[in-house]
């Protein structure tokens, strides 16, 4: 079909408003069918040839652009106040900790995986959300293409504490199956699958052993030393806590905060461990079957 | 998900302006920017690849003044239209109160527009929200170019579908020119501040 030269012009008019908004493919389309037109014509001017010419220079210059759009880094390293800005508007929950860890998420999300790994670190430091942030720290390691990274980290936690061994079997579940997925063949330290007590929080959990009693050496001035054991109602971090009851009163007097208690013995499911502890906190519980019991919080000194 | 600081009676809320690639997204937050900038709060931020085609959003936060009793602030982001960019869609829509859904005009575009409007409707889902029920406008971009003899569908058909069953504001517009961008904003802003004070009980 033999187009009119006003035709034609129309077609390379949409061509080039079409490149102009970046609409590169509708452009090529639209320069081709001019092309296909001109050829299908047996008009063999100087014009027509020279016409023929520009137009294919400019379907390369389109196609050149197009396989550079394909080539572009997705994820460039942003600048450091992109990423406090993308931290600060893609955080919405009103607790602060979990507002921090989503702002991170979100850093991760748009390919900063460098900060937000360093980030992670830090709320992980913390004690926010450890068994949350330890898997997005195994994703940014992975996201990366650092599946040894992903590996040496986890063992790092398995040796140092710093997880639960709830938290640490998540990990360990979600690290062997992204690294099956990926046909990666490694064996991860085995842990301990015995369920763990379930009174604690998710929160700031460093002591890896769990206490369930205490054994304390009290100084009576009338008596002299003595020992008296105690059960162990919580355990959050290196802190625990045990109860006496309002009948005892006495007993809770002996205690000051920030007493020093030397030789304390710490039963564990596997061994008994000694070490010294501070009282931290003496409170009296309001509410509840236990009102008017107080709970005295002990902190562990390592020794 | 608007902040609302009832002891400072301050509210913030979230607009997004969603669309195909290359639609105008970035050209109507730059003329906002450029016209309205003493109610900028700072620059406008946009993460852009080369070709200024969106790669993850652009921001610009605007501090309007007392509306109500409430100092309302607004923060606009767009998306990255090209239909690979779908997870970072998903992010910036996250906490959205209202959307200015940009269409081309262009007779070429007329498919791309209808599969971004499907996108939004499916993103939205994902968040447990309804296309129906979210403050929306839309803009019918890019006419001017239809004095340049290229072929752009006429509104009426544009109503016809993309708007047929959702029925909400329409405007049409030339970003480049600024033609239809600030009644666009004004209208969205109206239809979420006003879906706001409904949901948060504020200014009664």
């Known amino acids: 079909m033999l187009l009119e030269d006003f035709q034609?012009?129309?077609?390379?008019?949409?061509?080039?408003?079409?490149q102009s908004q970046g609409l590169l493919e509708e452009s090529k389309e639209k320069?081709?069918?001019?092309?296909?037109?001109?050829?299908?014509?047996?008009?063999?001017?100087?014009?027509?040839?020279?016409?023929?010419?520009?137009?294919?220079?400019?379907?390369?210059?389109?196609?050149e652009d197009i396989a550079d759009f394909e080539k572009i880094d997705e994820t460039p390293t942003l600048s450091h106040d992109v990423q406090n800005l993308i931290q600060k508007v893609f955080s919405f929950s009103q607790t602060k900790e979990m507002a921090e860890v989503e702002g991170v998420l979100a850093l991760a999300k748009f390919g900063q995986h460098e900060q937000a790994l360093v980030e992670f670190h830090r709320l992980l430091g913390k004690g926010v959300a450890p068994g949350v942030v330890a898997k997005h720290i195994l994703e940014c390691h992975l996201a990366l293409s650092s599946s040894e990274a992903a590996i040496s980290q986890f063992n790092q936690w398995v040796a140092n504490g710093l997880l639960t061994q709830d938290d640490l079997l998540d990990a360990q579940s979600f690290l062997e199956t992204v690294l099956r997925d990926k046909g990666i063949e490694t064996s991860l330290p085995q842990l301990d699958h015995t369920p763990r007590k379930k009174n604690r929080t998710r929160g700031e959990q460093r002591l890896a052993l769990d206490i369930y009693s205490l054994k304390i050496q009290v100084d009576d001035h009338s008596e002299g030393l003595y020992e008296i054991d105690f059960d162990v109602t919580f355990q959050s971090n290196d802190t625990v806590s045990v109860v006496i009851p309002s009948e005892k009163k006495t007993l809770l007097d002996r205690f000051h905060l920030g007493m020093s208690l030397p030789k304390i013995k710490f039963y564990t499911p596997r061994a008994v461990f000694e070490g010294n502890g501070i009282v931290a906190e003496k409170t009296e519980i309001k509410i509840g079957p236990k009102k008017g019991d107080y709970v005295l919080d002990i902190k562990i000194k390592a020794n | 998900?608007?902040?609302?600081?009832?002891?400072?009676?301050v509210i913030e809320c979230k607009i997004v302006y969603y669309g195909p690639g290359m639609c105008g997204k970035t050209t109507n937050l730059e003329y906002i920017f450029r016209a309205g900038r003493s109610y900028a709060t700072t620059d406008m931020i946009s993460i852009n690849t080369k070709g200024d085609r969106t790669l993850y959003f652009d921001f610009l936060p605007m501090g309007i003044g007392r509306i109500m009793g409430c100092d309302v602030k607004v923060q606009l982001f767009t998306v990255p239209g090209q239909s690979k960019y779908r997870s970072t869609r998903k992010m910036v829509l996250?906490?959205?109160?209202?959307i200015v859904f940009v269409a081309d005009s262009l007779q070429i575009r007329k498919n791309e527009n209808l599969s971004?409007?499907?996108d939004?409707?499916?993103n939205l889902a994902e968040q447990n929200m309804d296309l129906f029920n979210i403050p929306l406008v839309f803009q019918y971009n890019k006419r001017d170019l239809s004095e340049n003899g290229i072929p752009i569908m006429q509104v009426s058909e544009m109503e016809s579908y993309l708007n047929n069953k959702l029925k909400v504001p329409f405007y049409t517009a030339s970003a480049l020119k600024g033609n239809g961008v600030s009644d666009t904003l004004k209208k969205s802003l109206k239809l979420t501040l006003r879906h706001l004070q409904h949901e948060l009980r504020w200014a009664n």
């Open chain 1, 8 to 18: 034609l012009q129309t077609l390379i008019n949409e061509a080039e408003v079409y």
């Open chain 1, 31 to 63: 320069y081709l069918s001019v092309l296909h037109y001109m050829t299908d014509d047996n008009r063999s001017s100087d014009t027509y040839k020279k016409l023929i010419k520009t137009v294919n220079v400019r379907i390369e210059k389109i196609e």
């Open chain 2, 1 to 9: 998900m608007a902040f609302f600081n009832q002891k400072d009676k």
């Open chain 2, 94 to 98: 996250k906490g959205v109160d209202g």
């Open chain 2, 116 to 118: 971004s409007l499907k």
């Open chain 2, 120 to 122: 939004l409707q499916e």
